[in-house]
């Protein structure tokens, strides 16, 4: 099975960390907004920068699972910890 370039991309994407691309998102925002690329490279770039999207939403959303609320007793002191999300 031969990679697509589209396979080769989403690839690439899903190794960055998320400050990485949330740099290169940026990047792509500044470069859209300037105006000064072409429609083709303009539709490239918005189809990168959606991907790039949905992998910041997807790390957050899993450091956002990770994360523990603290959960307080009835004298308002903290009792112990669960898992984000859970009541």
């Known amino acids: 099975m031969t990679d697509t370039p589209d396979a080769a991309a989403a690839a690439?994407?899903?190794?960055?960390?998320?400050e990485a691309a949330?740099?290169?998102l940026e990047?792509?925002?500044r470069r859209l907004e300037s105006g000064d690329v072409s429609l083709e490279e303009s539709v490239t770039l918005y189809e990168?920068?959606?991907a790039l999207r949905g992998h910041c939403?997807?790390?957050l959303a899993a450091a956002q699972a990770r994360i523990?609320?603290?959960?307080l007793g009835a004298d308002g002191r903290p009792?112990?910890?669960?898992?984000?999300?859970?009541s």
Do not use: K, N
């Open 48 to 50: 990168r920068g959606h």
């Open 22 to 24: 949330m740099g290169e």
């Open 27 to 29: 990047t792509i925002v």
């Open 12 to 18: 690439d994407i899903a190794s960055l960390s998320f």
């Open 68 to 71: 523990e609320q603290v959960s």
């Open 57 to 59: 939403e997807g790390r």
């Open 79 to 86: 009792a112990g910890t669960t898992p984000f999300g859970e």
